[in-house]
Every structure is written in C-alpha cells, then in structure tokens.
C-alpha cells in the first residue's frame, strides 16, 4: 500500500513526459535530466492540497524555475519484465546510478491487516492527503481500470458539470458563495465549501467539469456534504 497522491499523471516515454491525453508537458530538461530510455508512469506533485497551484505551473508556457517545486514520483515502470515489485525496483536502481532531485519512487509498504490499514488512512487523511493506494503483490502493468488496484478512502467522490456561479456574503461578498452544479442524471445542486480564496476569487468556468468529495446520498438523490476538490484538467 502506499499514499495516493492529489497530482498531475504524468508518462514517461523514454525520451519525453507527456499527460494523460498524450500531450508533452513543458517540463525543463534539468528536470528530466538522467531518465531511463524506457517508460516509467507516475505522479507530478508539490504537496498535499496544492493542486490548483501544480496546475497552474504545468499549464504555463514559461515556469522553468516553478518546476523546481515539483516532484516526478514514480508508481511503475511499464515495459520492464516482471511483476510490480520488479518493475518498481528497476526504477529505484536507475535513480541510485542516475541521481535526480526531483524524482522519488514511491515508498510501498506491506498492508498487514484491515487494522493497519485504517491506520494508514487515518494518519495520511490527517495530513490532508487524498487516500491509499493497495496493490496487488506481484501484478502485472494495466493501463486503466484493474482488479490488482484498489483507492481507499474515507468518502466518494464524483464529478459534475458547473452550471452557476452563486455569489457569497459576509466574508465572500462580491466573489464565489457556491457553485450550482448538475450530475449526469440530471440532478442539480450546490457546493459552497472546499475552495480556497484564489478559487473562490477566480471560480471554475460555467461548463466545466469538477470533481467533488461526498459522503452518501440523500433520499432525493443529491450527495450528502459535497465537497470542492479540484477542476477536471484535460492536458
């Protein structure tokens, strides 16, 4: 099991890094000075609840001293023979023969129990991180949906699209109160907590898609205490 991180994905060809959708970061050379010539897969990430920031750093044309804040932590190393064990411990001996700074393989630890693992979630939710990740031991490189992964958290999340912004009061006077979203089946509600000032100040654009955090559902179907998380960032 190891921390799931709230990053940009990001792939490496074995000659540049490219997103999810296949299109080429603008990451610096020196930031990716010593990879390997074979894929690896993994998370750009600066910290627990920084992703506005990371995305606003990855989107620009010209961040090259910004990129300094980011860390390249891989989870797999795709084309390497072997089970993930093998994959991940290719990628943790090129980077002790190639030292980065800004690269870490991600630290796993063997989930001993449902006990230990609730301890692991707890303390990283404390942190304010997103979750655990639990992996099947000796598995094989997927790319979406699989079996051998399994997210862990204490709340769901979904996503829906913005159809309003609604303006606050008292301390948001005069910028974001909440945001009138719609799900896919139609049905419409509000999100009013889980921005921060900038977002409040600068709210996702009417049309776009958000991801939200919720714990259950109301008989009228709309989620229990949604949450804000994050824009969805297509790259």
């Known amino acids: 099991m190891s921390e799931k991180f709230d990053g940009v994905r990001g792939y490496w060809t074995g000659k540049k890094l490219i997103s999810r959708q296949g299109n080429p970061f603008r990451a610096p050379e020196w930031f990716t000075s010593g990879f390997p010539p074979t894929p690896l897969d993994g998370e750009l990430w600066i910290g627990r609840e920084q992703f506005p920031e990371l995305v606003s750093i990855v989107r620009r044309k010209s961040a090259d001293t910004d990129w300094r804040k980011i860390r390249y932590v891989i989870f797999d190393a795709p084309q390497i023979e072997g089970g993930f064990e093998k994959r991940l411990d290719y990628a943790r001996r090129w980077f002790l023969e190639h030292p980065n700074l800004f690269v870490e393989v991600l630290e796993q630890q063997i989930c001993e129990s449902d006990e230990h693992l609730r301890e692991k979630l707890m303390a990283i939710e404390s942190l304010g ?52 979203v719609e799900l896919p089946n139609g049905i419409q509600f ?46």
């Open 129 to 180: 991180g997103e979750g655990v990740m639990l992996r099947r031991p000796g598995s094989l490189y997927t790319v979406g949906r699989s079996h051998d992964l399994l997210k862990v958290k204490t709340y769901e999340d979904a996503e829906a699209t913005v159809i309003k912004h609604l303006l606050g009061s008292g301390k948001n006077a005069g910028r974001l109160g909440s945001l009138s």
């Open 190 to 235: 509000a999100i009013g907590t889980g921005f921060s000032d900038r977002e409040r100040d600068n709210p996702p654009p009417i049309g776009s898609i958000i991801t939200f955090k919720y714990y259950g559902f109301y008989k009228s179907g709309i989620p229990k205490f949604a949450s804000f998380l994050r824009v969805r960032e297509e790259y």
